[in-house]
């Protein structure tokens, strides 16, 4: 059975960097895609960034863009999410999700999801 497990959160200052992985546990042919998204305390899940799993395709939300970079390391079949410039606005629970359709922002796109990682950015 795939799943993805998530690490890398953490409490930062803003203006800080962090790297979050996504670690897919039994290499399957077929994940086209990924995603990243994240939920805030009180809010729903929104999107954050999505690319292919293997590289090719990346495209991030509005709030990200320039700041969150998605790169990978095929032969750890490991996905990242880079975020410099951390702003209080991006605390929330990241998830990771995949196998769904390249570049969407949809949930239900996405048939796999990690269990989340907290990211606490302070003023």
């Known amino acids: 059975q795939v799943s993805l497990v998530e690490s890398g959160g953490g409490l930062v200052q803003a203006g800080d960097s962090l790297r979050l992985s996504c670690e897919r546990s039994v290499r399957t042919n077929g994940f086209l895609a990924m995603a990243w998204f994240r939920q805030a305390p009180g809010k729903e899940r929104r999107f954050v960034a999505a690319g292919g799993w293997s590289g090719g395709g990346d495209y991030y939300a509005d709030s990200v863009r320039g700041r969150f970079t998605i790169s990978r390391d095929n032969a750890k079949d490991t996905v990242y999410l880079q975020m410099n410039n951390l702003k209080p606005e991006d605390t929330a629970v990241y998830y990771c999700?995949?196998?769904?359709?390249?570049?969407?922002?949809?949930?239900?796109?996405?048939?796999?999801w990690g269990q989340g990682t907290q990211v606490t950015v302070s003023s």
């Open positions: 999700a995949a196998d769904g359709q390249l570049g969407s922002p949809f949930e239900a796109s996405y048939s796999y």
